[in-house]
């Protein structure tokens, strides 16, 4: 017993099959480019440091001391781009401002483990 699918009917299996990974595919692209606030935050690089098992991100920890002597603050956040990691990498130890953008609802960790994105880096000493 042969079994045979007509054209309509493997036009809706790959439709089944390809729409649902191109709407993915549209919503992580849109999710990369917008951004849902930006802004710049400013303290120390504690850590910083390359990690991931297949996509591999930089991820840092910013410590916010706004009155010295309190508790500091931390802001975890993303470097996609290896010049401004190298650029975070040389600040390590000064005070920096980060710019950066927040993109929510990514749906892996495979672009980031946070929703911070830093484009940009300044020592403010």
């Not at 709407?23 to 990369?32: H, I, K, P, Q, R």
């Not at 991100?57 to 996609?80: C, D, N």
Request: aromatic residues 12%; glycine residues 8%; positive net charge.
């Amino acid at each position: 017993m042969t079994f045979t699918l007509s054209r309509t009917q493997k036009l809706i299996i790959a439709g089944v099959l390809i729409v649902p990974l191109v709407v993915l595919g549209l919503y992580t692209w849109a999710a990369l480019t917008w951004s849902y606030s930006k802004g710049e935050r400013a303290g120390y690089v504690q850590k910083f440091s390359k990690k991931g098992w297949i996509c591999k991100t930089w991820e840092g920890e910013l410590a916010i001391v706004s009155i010295p002597g309190t508790m500091s603050e931390k802001f975890f956040f993303t470097v996609r781009d290896d010049s401004v990691a190298a650029r975070v990498n040389q600040s390590m130890g000064r005070r920096v401002a980060l710019t950066y953008h927040q993109h929510l609802g990514i749906p892996t960790s495979c672009f980031g483990e946070t929703e911070y994105f830093v484009a940009d880096v300044r020592v403010v000493e």
